[in-house]
C-alpha cells in the first residue's frame, strides 16, 4: 500500500474543523444564486485567488464575508453534508466540528436555523456512512464577553446537542482571560471546554487557557513550544493539541512547511493531532494534512498512527467508543502489513 493510500485510508477523527471553513468556491456561488445575496467575486477562480493571507486577520475578514451566503436552515445542512463527504472520503469515522453562531445571528439569522441545519447534516452523515460527529459552539473573542453570555442563553434548547464551547477569532488582543466567566458559565451547564491558544499569540495566552478557562483541549498551541516549562506541563497532562499544518502555512504561523513543528510535538511528549482548520480555504482536507506534515518533517507510519491514536484519545467521545475506534485503528495497521 503507498504512503498516500495508507494514510486516507487511516481512521482518525477530525477534532479543529470550522464547519464555515468548509464553505467551498463552488458552494459559496451557488447558495449566491439561490439566495440572491452579492459576492465581490466574479468567477470561483477569483475567489481562490483571493486566499492569500499574511495573517490570521487577512483569512477572517474573507472568511466572515463569505458565510454571508449562508441564509436558511437548507444553507447550513448543505455545508455540512458536502464536509462530511469529504471528512469521510478521508478516513474520518468521527468528527467535532465547530460553528460560530455569532457570524450568522449577528446578521439576523436566528440560532435554531444555524443548528438545525448543522445537524440535518450530521444526521445525515451518521445515516450514510455512519460517522459520528459532536458539536462545539465558539464565541468570537473579537466581541466581548456579554455578547458571548447571550449567545450562550440562545443556545439553551439546543444545549443536549452540544458537546463543547470554544474561543476563535483574532487571538492577538483578546486574551482567553476576557472569557473566564462565560467558559465557567459553560462547564457549570456540563460542557467541555476548548481554546484557540498560542496560534499568533504568546505562549501566555496558552497559560490562561489552561489557568483561567480550565480547558478541555488546545486548539493550535503552537507557541507553547517557546515555553519548556509549559511545554513540559501540556506533555505531563496528557492535553490534547489539535494542530493544523496547512492552516499553520496559509496564515504564516510558520514560514516553510520544512520548518513545521509536528514532529517536535510528538518528541517532546505532547498529545499532538491532526486537523485541517478551515479546509476550503488552506488547499488541503485532513488526509492532506497528514501527507503535507508526513512528508515536509519525514514522519514515518508509525508517528502517522500515534497522530491518529490521539485523535480518539484527545475526543470527547465516551471510553468505549475510543476503545472501539482504537481496535479497529489497531486492525488496519495490521491489516496494511
Ligand atoms: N484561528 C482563529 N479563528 C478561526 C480560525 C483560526 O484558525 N479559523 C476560523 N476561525
Ligand atoms: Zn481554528
Given at each position: 500500500m503507498t504512503d498516500h493510500d495508507f494514510i486516507t485510508g487511516l481512521p482518525k477523527a477530525e477534532l479543529h474543523l470550522h464547519i464555515e471553513g468548509s464553505l467551498e468556491p463552488e458552494l459559496m456561488f451557488a447558495l449566491a444564486q439561490r439566495n440572491k445575496v452579492a459576492i465581490p467575486y466574479a468567477s470561483i477562480e477569483e475567489v481562490r485567488a483571493a486566499?492569500?493571507?499574511?495573517?490570521l486577520q487577512d483569512f477572517l475578514d474573507i472568511y466572515y464575508a463569505g458565510?454571508?451566503?449562508?441564509?436558511k436552515q437548507e444553507d447550513f445542512r448543505d455545508l455540512a453534508v458536502a464536509y462530511f463527504d469529504r471528512a469521510a472520503a478521508d478516513g474520518v469515522v468521527h468528527a467535532e466540528i465547530m460553528f460560530d453562531p455569532q457570524t450568522h445571528t449577528d446578521r439576523g439569522i436566528a440560532f435554531g436555523t444555524v443548528i438545525e441545519g448543522l445537524l440535518a447534516g450530521m444526521a445525515d452523515a451518521n445515516a450514510r456512512y455512519g460517522m459520528t460527529s459532536k458539536l462545539i459552539l465558539c464565541f468570537l473573542?473579537?466581541?466581548?464577553e456579554d455578547a458571548a453570555f447571550v449567545t450562550l442563553a440562545a443556545a439553551e434548547p439546543w444545549l443536549d446537542r452540544i458537546d463543547a464551547v470554544g474561543l476563535d477569532s483574532s487571538e492577538l488582543g483578546h486574551p482567553p482571560e476576557k472569557f473566564a466567566r462565560v467558559f465557567a458559565a459553560a462547564r457549570a451547564k456540563g460542557l467541555r471546554l476548548v481554546a484557540h491558544a498560542g496560534e499568533e499569540g504568546p505562549p501566555d495566552y496558552v497559560l490562561q487557557a489552561l489557568d483561567?478557562?480550565?480547558?478541555?483541549r488546545l486548539d493550535?498551541?503552537?507557541?507553547?513550544?517557546?515555553d519548556p516549562v509549559l511545554t513540559a506541563r501540556l506533555a505531563r497532562t496528557g492535553m490534547t493539541l489539535t494542530v493544523c499544518p496547512l492552516s499553520n502555512l496559509k496564515l504564516c504561523v510558520v514560514d516553510d512547511m520544512a520548518n513545521h513543528p509536528i514532529d517536535r510535538m510528538i518528541k517532546a511528549g505532547l498529545r499532538a493531532t491532526i486537523n485541517s482548520d478551515d479546509p476550503a480555504y488552506f488547499g488541503g482536507y485532513i488526509a492532506d494534512n497528514y501527507r503535507a506534515a508526513a512528508s515536509a518533517r519525514g514522519l514515518d507510519r508509525g508517528d502517522l498512527v500515534l497522530l491518529a491514536r490521539n485523535s480518539f484519545l484527545g475526543s470527547f467521545l465516551p471510553d468505549d467508543a475510543v476503545a472501539a475506534h482504537l481496535a479497529r485503528l489497531d486492525a488496519y495497521v495490521e491489516a496494511s502489513r
Amino acid at each position: 500500500m503507498t504512503d498516500h493510500d495508507f494514510i486516507t485510508g487511516l481512521p482518525k477523527a477530525e477534532l479543529h474543523l470550522h464547519i464555515e471553513g468548509s464553505l467551498e468556491p463552488e458552494l459559496m456561488f451557488a447558495l449566491a444564486q439561490r439566495n440572491k445575496v452579492a459576492i465581490p467575486y466574479a468567477s470561483i477562480e477569483e475567489v481562490r485567488a483571493a486566499y492569500s493571507f499574511s495573517r490570521l486577520q487577512d483569512f477572517l475578514d474573507i472568511y466572515y464575508a463569505g458565510a454571508n451566503v449562508l441564509q436558511k436552515q437548507e444553507d447550513f445542512r448543505d455545508l455540512a453534508v458536502a464536509y462530511f463527504d469529504r471528512a469521510a472520503a478521508d478516513g474520518v469515522v468521527h468528527a467535532e466540528i465547530m460553528f460560530d453562531p455569532q457570524t450568522h445571528t449577528d446578521r439576523g439569522i436566528a440560532f435554531g436555523t444555524v443548528i438545525e441545519g448543522l445537524l440535518a447534516g450530521m444526521a445525515d452523515a451518521n445515516a450514510r456512512y455512519g460517522m459520528t460527529s459532536k458539536l462545539i459552539l465558539c464565541f468570537l473573542r473579537h466581541l466581548d464577553e456579554d455578547a458571548a453570555f447571550v449567545t450562550l442563553a440562545a443556545a439553551e434548547p439546543w444545549l443536549d446537542r452540544i458537546d463543547a464551547v470554544g474561543l476563535d477569532s483574532s487571538e492577538l488582543g483578546h486574551p482567553p482571560e476576557k472569557f473566564a466567566r462565560v467558559f465557567a458559565a459553560a462547564r457549570a451547564k456540563g460542557l467541555r471546554l476548548v481554546a484557540h491558544a498560542g496560534e499568533e499569540g504568546p505562549p501566555d495566552y496558552v497559560l490562561q487557557a489552561l489557568d483561567l478557562l480550565e480547558i478541555d483541549r488546545l486548539d493550535h498551541g503552537n507557541r507553547s513550544l517557546e515555553d519548556p516549562v509549559l511545554t513540559a506541563r501540556l506533555a505531563r497532562t496528557g492535553m490534547t493539541l489539535t494542530v493544523c499544518p496547512l492552516s499553520n502555512l496559509k496564515l504564516c504561523v510558520v514560514d516553510d512547511m520544512a520548518n513545521h513543528p509536528i514532529d517536535r510535538m510528538i518528541k517532546a511528549g505532547l498529545r499532538a493531532t491532526i486537523n485541517s482548520d478551515d479546509p476550503a480555504y488552506f488547499g488541503g482536507y485532513i488526509a492532506d494534512n497528514y501527507r503535507a506534515a508526513a512528508s515536509a518533517r519525514g514522519l514515518d507510519r508509525g508517528d502517522l498512527v500515534l497522530l491518529a491514536r490521539n485523535s480518539f484519545l484527545g475526543s470527547f467521545l465516551p471510553d468505549d467508543a475510543v476503545a472501539a475506534h482504537l481496535a479497529r485503528l489497531d486492525a488496519y495497521v495490521e491489516a496494511s502489513r
